[in-house]
């Protein structure tokens, strides 16, 4: 479990955490998310990235306490797709990124947060 | 206890996977109705594998919900393939569950 990532408490800090240097915007990365929450506590995110050769996709909520979300290692057997749930503690940027070929591409997208599901 | 739903459905050369774990995910940073901080109590590593090999792995922070629910997507694959979840916590506590993929 990678603690200096999942337990940084900025965004940029997460980012270190998981060896990201740079990163490039791409429109490869379709991330498919409400823009306004009701509740922060379950917020369903859909993310697929079309980018070849995808080998992990990570999930940032730039101002969570803990921003890092999740970080999904694809295998060639697996798509390079999920689906889950998330809190968020309040209206911010949801960063998507992705690693491929040793590089790391992102996405980003608003969401209105109207109630923190962070507690 | 169970403590996992899981399945599998093969449609168009896809397996489709929908798994719902019954877990608290707590961040460490809830009171309760006393104003007791809750303590952290959320899966930290999950694994899945068809028929015994892993295809995809995930680590998680306390920022994914409480019972999570998840949908993945595997290449191609056979009815009868088995598909195993796996979810450890940060309390060391873990479970499995296997299903068996249904035809579309």
């Known amino acids: ?119 | 206890m169970a403590t996992m739903k899981l399945r599998a459905r093969l449609k168009n050369g896809i397996t489709e996977v929908k798994a719902l774990i019954i877990h608290p995910m707590e961040t460490g940073r809830r009171l309760d109705d006393a104003g007791n901080t809750v303590p952290a109590h959320f899966i930290q590593q999950i694994t899945l594998a068809r028929n015994g090999q892993t295809v995809l792995e995930a680590q998680w922070g306390t920022g994914i919900s409480k019972d999570p629910y998840l949908t993945f997507r595997l290449r191609d694959g056979a009815a009868g393939d088995r598909i195993e979840l796996r979810w450890v916590d940060n309390l060391g506590a873990t479970d499995t569950i296997e299903s068996a993929v249904e035809a579309g």
């Open chain 1, 1 to 119: 479990w990678n603690r200096k990532a999942f337990e940084a408490e900025q965004a940029e800090g997460a980012l270190q955490g998981l060896g990201v240097e740079s990163e490039q915007v791409s429109e490869q990365i379709e991330i498919i998310a409400p823009q306004f929450a009701e509740n922060g506590a379950v917020i369903q995110i859909e993310i697929t990235s079309r980018i070849p050769n995808t080998e992990s996709i990570a999930i940032i909520a730039e101002k969570n306490p803990t921003p890092l979300i999740a970080d999904f290692q694809f295998t060639p057997d697996a798509e390079p797709f999920v689906i889950t749930r998330i809190k968020m503690a309040e209206t911010a940027d949801i960063k998507v990124l992705v690693k491929a070929d040793g590089r790391y591409f992102s996405a980003t997208r608003h969401i209105e947060v109207a109630i923190g599901g962070c507690g």
